[in-house]
């Protein structure tokens, strides 16, 4: 009984900590808020009186704490005071752990983007991929700090660490081994394919940007650009806007949405430009990298293949009783205005990808003229 007092008075805390910040300046939501804590409390009871076999508290908690978060925002996660230091530090890390840049779908750990170079790329992970166990432990139906918790530790422990890996089209799963050792992020990628060129960049930030203008000097008498952003996910607004200035030319702003007042607009300056823009994005197209889309849209690009991860939200923590409330507290805006988090960028011309090919990248090289390219690409 004490423990189940316990349970419901920490968790009902962070509903209030969530509810209040998730409702912002308006007044609707925290109306709602006791008629919320009624709920919770009356499901609590429901659940620890009704079970078939009893139930962990500690499971209860972490997972109406997170189903709670993710309902008000859907990257969000509550962290329990035990691990939040550890999560800290994954997130302030300027690479992730073994190269690996994990989102979540399905409710397994999801992989954005696999570092060229890194050990995750050497052990065969590719962009699309879940991950089910991280050595012995379980990460599906887990918060994704768990996952981050995990790698981080295990890159720093002796020996190698295995990964069950379940494949893009869902038909089977492998474990992989990573190895950690040193890596560092790949310089912008510039290729010319007949009359277009498809530009890579594997993170979106100042140095990204830099290093596009760079690729982009021997090509300058381009007609079209394709810009491939499937499987990026690392970056920031500000390296999303210098990008966009890169590629487009002239003043780029990106719009953003804040819980607290309006949040100031992201500009950056590029280079005059007069060539086409295709950009090719599909769920591992993520964060920053679907700032750049929608910066690119904005200014006459179409987009190819298939709805992006459709996460923008830049976040903070929130202490409260027992843990942290990881929210957003900025988001990107589409070029319709709506927020792209929780929604993703729906694409101009939809194409799936299929085993063996890239029809998504034959269709923008069709689309920015390079026919020839696209024979190539087939």
């Known amino acids: 009984m004490k423990h189940r007092w316990m349970f419901v008075a920490v968790s009902l805390t962070m509903i209030v900590a969530v509810v209040a910040l998730a409702a912002g300046p308006g007044g609707g939501a925290a109306r709602s808020l006791y008629r919320l804590v009624?709920?919770?409390g009356e499901v609590v009871s429901l659940v620890r009186s009704s079970y078939v076999e009893e139930v962990p508290v500690e499971k209860l908690e972490l997972g109406a704490m997170n189903g709670l978060v993710q309902a008000a925002d859907p990257g969000g996660v509550w962290v329990p005071e035990d691990v939040a230091g550890e999560y800290?530090?994954?997130?302030?890390?300027a690479l992730p752990p073994f190269g690996l840049v994990l989102g979540q779908r399905s409710s397994y750990p999801f992989v954005v983007e696999v570092l060229a170079g890194s050990p995750?790329?050497?052990?065969?992970?590719?962009p699309g991929e879940l991950i089910e166990r991280v050595g012995a432990d379980p990460v599906r139906a887990r918060p994704l700090w768990r996952a981050l918790t995990l790698l981080a530790a295990a890159e720093h422990a002796p020996g190698k660490t295995t990964l069950d890996v379940i494949d893009r089209q869902l038909t089977g799963k492998r474990q992989v081994t990573l190895e950690a050792a040193p890596f560092a992020v790949p310089a912008p990628s510039a290729e010319v394919r007949g009359e277009a060129v498809v530009v890579r960049i594997p993170m979106i930030d100042a140095a990204g940007a830099a290093g596009v203008g760079?690729?982009?000097r021997p090509d300058a008498g381009a007609r079209a650009l394709v810009v491939d952003l499937r499987g990026v996910g690392l970056g920031n607004p500000e390296g999303a806007a210098r990008?966009?200035?890169?590629?487009?030319g002239g003043t780029v702003t990106l719009a953003l949405a804040a819980t607290e007042g309006a949040a100031p607009a992201v500009r950056a300056e590029g280079p005059s430009r007069g060539w086409k823009l295709v950009v090719c994005l599909d769920a591992t197209t993520a964060g920053p990298a679907e700032l750049l889309a929608s910066a690119l849209k904005a200014r006459g690009a179409t987009l190819v293949g298939t709805e992006s991860y459709g996460d923008t939200g830049q976040?903070?923590?929130i202490k409260g009783s027992g843990g942290e409330v990881w929210l957003a507290s900025e988001w990107g805006l589409g070029p319709d205005g709506k927020p792209i988090l929780g929604n993703g960028l729906k694409p101009d011309e939809r194409v799936r990808p299929r085993p063996g090919a890239d029809p998504v990248l034959e269709r923008a090289l069709e689309l920015a003229g390079g026919a020839a390219a696209a024979k190539q690409a087939a």
């Open 88 to 93: 800290a530090k994954v997130r302030s890390r």
């Open 315 to 317: 976040r903070r923590a």
């Open 214 to 216: 760079e690729a982009l």
């Open 38 to 40: 009624g709920m919770f």
């Open 243 to 248: 990008v966009a200035a890169q590629l487009a």
């Open 120 to 126: 995750a790329a050497k052990a065969g992970i590719v």
